[in-house]
């Protein structure tokens, strides 16, 4: 009975031979950046924050200029909720 080698893992993979993390994201379709951003107007802060990095993690930041702004308006009204 023949074994194959076992696989590697990402520990074991040269830092040379993996993509710096700016190369691997992914373009933002326009038309995704605009049902994000509505989406951005009913999220709680827990939520805008995790999306928040989820999105800029994966995708280029070039692209999300218009949710950019849309995620600022969200804060300023979610801060603007907890003055008294």
Do not use: Y
């Amino acid at each position: 009975m023949h074994r194959s080698p076992p696989k590697s893992t990402v520990d074991e993979i040269p830092r040379s031979a993996l993509p710096a993390p700016n190369e691997i994201k992914s373009p933002a379709p326009t038309m995704v950046v605009a049902v994000w951003c509505d989406m951005v107007q009913r999220m709680d802060r827990a939520q805008l924050d995790r999306f928040t990095r989820a999105t800029w993690r994966r995708f280029d930041a070039g692209d999300l200029e218009p949710l950019k702004w849309a995620i600022l308006r969200r804060r300023r009204v979610l801060a603007m909720q907890l003055r008294p």
